[in-house]
Every structure is written in C-alpha cells, then in structure tokens.
C-alpha cells in the first residue's frame, strides 16, 4: 500500500499527536496559536513532548550548517600551517585593544541586558581573565600538532598492510551557553580538519557577534580557511540551537548547559540520528576521609568555591567519628569565600545532620546573592537525601550542601547514587584510602583536593568543548574531556606490495 504524504499546515488545540508507538500527547492552544505555514513540529518519540521551529528560524540555522558543509568539503586542501596561522590571526585580534574594545562593549550590553530582565549574568562577563584565557587557548591550538594523516596503527601482512589513517570528522555542531571563552574552545575542532557550526545563548548573542565580526572572520580570512569554517547561527530563538541539532548533516552534536537544556538538545539531535556529546548537570563533591588533615579539607572547599561553573564544589560529606573538629573548618572555609566575593555563603544541611550545625546557620536571615538581586534568606536549611545530588546555581554566595555520613563507604554510595557522577574528591593522606575510592566510585574525574582542576586546558593543556558526567552512563571511546583532536575518524588504507595478491 501507497503512503500518503502532506506538509503540516496548521495545527489544531487539542490535535492528538502519536509518539513512541502506543503513546499519544495533545497539541496545546498556544502551541496551535503559534504554528504558521512552513513551520515544523519535532515530536519526541522518548517523551512525546512537542518541539516547535518556526520556519525563519529553521532557515537560519541550516543556512548555518550549509556553510559548515560546504566549508569541510575544502578543508582537504588547506594545510595545516594555514590552520595554525588561523589561531595566530584570532588570538592576535582578541589580543588587539581597539578590535577588543568593541567586542568588550558589546559584551557590556549583554550583561546590562541580562541583569534588567533579573537572569544570572555570572558566565556572561568577557573580563581581562577570560581574555587572556581565549588567547592562550588559541595560541596552545597554533601550538598543537595535526591529527590529520596520522598512522595510528598498521597491521603488516605477507606482501601487504593496512594503515589506520586519523582524519577530519566532518560537521561538528555546538550548542553552548553564554560564555564567550567557547568560542576558542570550539574552533579547537578546526585542528583535526573539521569545521564548526554553533549557537551561543541569547543572553549573549551580541557578544557572540561582534567576536565573529571583529576577530573570527578576520582569521578566517587571513588564513586563507574556507568561509564558513566556523559558522554562527545567529538567533536569539531556542528554537535554533534545536533545528540545528536535528539537522542530520552533523558528524557531531555538542551540547552544553543547564541539564534540562541539554537533555532536550541531545534527544532532538539523538532522533535525527545525530551522535552527541553532551556536558550538562554539573556539581562536584568532596569528601572527607577517617584521616582528613583539617587543613587540607579547609584548602580544598575554599580554593573549590571562587565561582559557579560545573566543577564548583556542591556537595560536601563529612564522616560523623571527625564532624566535631572538621565541621567548623568547612563553615570557616565556606564563610571566607564568601567573604572573598563580598557576599554572605548558603548552606543546605541534610535533615540528619542538622545537628552537626550550629542553630546560628538556621536562625540568621542574611542577603544571599541571586541572579535578581541580594535576597533575604535564612543562610542554613535542611533538605531531604534525595536532594543530595541537586545543583546549586549562585552568583556571589557561594553555596554548598553538607551531608555527615556514618563512612566513606556510604559517602560513595550516595555520590553513586545521587550526583550526576561528575567531579569527586577524597581528602585523605592513606594511599590505600584513595586506591579503595577510585574503585569504588562511578565518576570520569578524581581527585584528592580541590575540584576545579577539572578543565581541559588547566588539566591537559587542551581547550575543551566540554566536561561530561557519567549521569547516562560511561562514554565509549573517550574520556569526560571532549576536546578539538577528540573529533576524528579513522579510515583504513591498504597498501599492497604484490600486485598479484589474491585471497
């Protein structure tokens, strides 16, 4: 029997929409009220919920991919000194006052935006560090060597062998939040051959802009890169960073955000056949050994709390045998990297530790810094085991989750249990101890201090695209770090010596 095709031209409330076989959601009024000809509904086949892109939006972003498309088809030609000089060139323009001075004031109209519509501009801020940390990550690329031609293995035969040869993957596209140091981060991909295409949040789309107009594009250029090498897409709609993950011309799809953001983003990329990689809920956790040295625990919270971003320390278990003296090292810690941020730490307490605090942290109503503005809370409240694993977002105050276990034992059962299995740490000088830990927890990084170690170019001195938990799981092939030279394929070259060979 014949299918029979139509393009979707309206929607209706209360529409029924299959999904996952034996499932059926409904289209809502201001869904129906929203749709025009030419758009699309994505349905997501894991959920059932329903994804609108609008049309200009849809064109946009493949617009965007096309030019990443038709850019990797030339980069066979380009050497990889042209690669290099491309990172020269756009460190150089970052690196350059006048050029920067006009990135940096776009930058100040996103932050000032941001902050009178009440959301967190924390990650927005393109500072002096930031610079110099886009410029060093650029410059480490000029520096790396191409994966491209590399013989990664050869299998040698009578009178013939074959070669596993590392090239470009193609088409990686990235979707990422509003800090602006990504966009070195992603261009890491163009090392290996392969071109990018991405979608910056739109809290910070003007930066995103006038990064691309003053110094991307100009590198582009200079080099002699095919336009269209590292490409924009350049919409303040959600919608476009998900039409651009369904777009099945990817080799890759990188997300990376909030959680909820990413999982969304990867099922769309997911059901257009795309494969991901994505670096969402983030929060590490420290915990103190039997033999924690007071010192080193206070040394690890504070150094694990100078700002919000995924490897910030979250989660702190302390063994009930040493909660009486290290408790108050951890308040103490926890209160001067408050102090060093000008604003007053949060504490949340398991319910079952309450106990192990003093009633000071619950009776104090004090200004806790949120992305709105300084807020009155209490600076200590209790939650439930089950929230042991929630993220804590702040801005100034930092704000941490203390938990008093019975062992360490229990500490990594609950961290495998609770946490995205992200960033772990074990505060104890017993090499045994830590052998027996890192067995014994389920996380792609750990340590023995403090947790903002976890970064691509500070660890391995690589730029990355993203730090991924193991909250779906272990990755194959790869560890947490995904940076630029993880984007490869391999192909398979056999050279024979015999002409005659014959199976």
């Known amino acids: 029997m014949a299918m029979k095709h139509e393009r979707l031209t309206s929607l209706s409330p209360g529409m029924a929409i299959p999904w996952g076989g034996t499932n059926v959601t409904y289209v809502s009024e201001e869904l129906a009220a929203a749709f025009e000809p030419g758009d699309a509904v994505i349905v997501l086949q894991h959920s059932g919920e329903l994804v609108h892109i609008p049309a200009g939006v849809a064109t946009i972003a493949r617009d965007a991919v096309a030019s990443a498309v038709e850019a990797f088809g030339a980069m066979g030609s380009v050497t990889d000194d042209q690669v290099t000089q491309f990172y020269l060139h756009f460190a150089d323009a970052l690196g350059d006052d006048a050029?920067?001075?006009?990135?940096?004031?776009?930058?100040?109209?996103?932050?000032?935006?941001?902050?009178e519509r009440g959301a967190s501009a924390t990650r927005l801020i393109l500072d002096d560090a930031m610079r110099r940390e886009m410029i060093e990550g650029l410059r480490s690329w000029a520096?790396?060597?191409?994966?491209?031609?590399?013989?990664?293995d050869t299998v040698v035969h009578e009178r013939w062998r074959v070669e596993l040869v590392a090239d470009g993957l193609g088409v990686i596209g990235?979707?990422?939040?509003?800090?602006?140091?990504?966009?070195?981060?992603?261009?890491?991909?163009?090392?290996?051959?392969?071109?990018?295409?991405?979608?910056?949040?739109?809290?910070?789309?003007?930066?995103?802009?006038?990064?691309?107009?003053?110094?991307?594009?100009?590198?582009l250029a200079a080099s002699g890169l095919p336009e269209g090498a590292a490409s924009l897409v350049a919409s303040r709609s959600r919608a476009a960073g998900l039409a651009m993950m369904g777009d099945e011309r990817l080799a890759l799809a990188v997300a990376r955000g909030s959680g909820s953001a990413t999982t969304l983003l990867g099922a769309v990329a997911r059901q257009a056949g795309n494969v991901v990689s994505l670096h969402g809920t983030g929060g590490a956790w420290i915990v103190a050994g039997d033999d924690a040295d007071a010192d080193d625990l206070a040394a690890a919270v504070y150094h694990s709390l100078d700002r919000k971003v995924c490897n910030t320390l979250n989660t702190l278990c302390i063994p009930a045998a040493r909660a009486g003296d290290l408790v108050p090292v951890v308040l103490d810690a926890l209160e001067r990297a408050g102090e060093r941020?000008?604003?007053?730490p949060k504490l949340h307490v398991l319910e079952a530790s309450r106990g192990y605090v003093p009633d000071g942290w619950f009776d104090r109503t004090v200004p806790i810094s949120r992305a709105e503005g300084d807020v009155m809370e209490s600076q200590a409240v209790w939650i439930a085991e089950k929230d042991l694993g929630e993220e804590w977002e702040w801005e100034e105050s930092p704000e941490i989750t203390l938990a008093v276990v019975d062992t360490v034992e229990q500490a990594i059962e609950?961290?495998?249990?609770?946490?995205?299995r992200f960033v772990v740490s074990l505060i104890s000088r017993s090499a045994e101890a830590h052998a027996a830990f890192f067995t014994g927890v389920d996380a792609p990084f750990v340590g023995n201090g403090f947790t903002r170690w976890v970064d691509g170019q500070y660890a391995l001195n690589r730029p990355e695209l993203g730090l991924s938990n193991w909250q779906s799981g272990r990755l194959f092939g790869r560890g947490g770090i995904l940076s630029g030279d993880s984007a490869h394929t391999i192909r398979t070259r056999a050279i024979q010596d015999d002409p005659d060979l014959a199976r």
């Open 99 to 115: 050029r920067f001075r006009l990135i940096a004031a776009a930058n100040e109209q996103d932050v000032a935006s941001a902050r």
């Open 143 to 152: 520096a790396a060597s191409s994966g491209r031609g590399l013989v990664v």
């Open 174 to 219: 990235f979707v990422f939040e509003g800090r602006p140091n990504v966009f070195a981060d992603a261009t890491g991909v163009l090392r290996g051959g392969n071109t990018v295409v991405f979608r910056i949040g739109s809290d910070a789309l003007g930066t995103a802009e006038a990064i691309v107009e003053h110094a991307l594009d100009p590198a």
């Open 341 to 344: 941020r000008g604003a007053n």
């Open 414 to 420: 609950w961290f495998n249990r609770y946490s995205p």
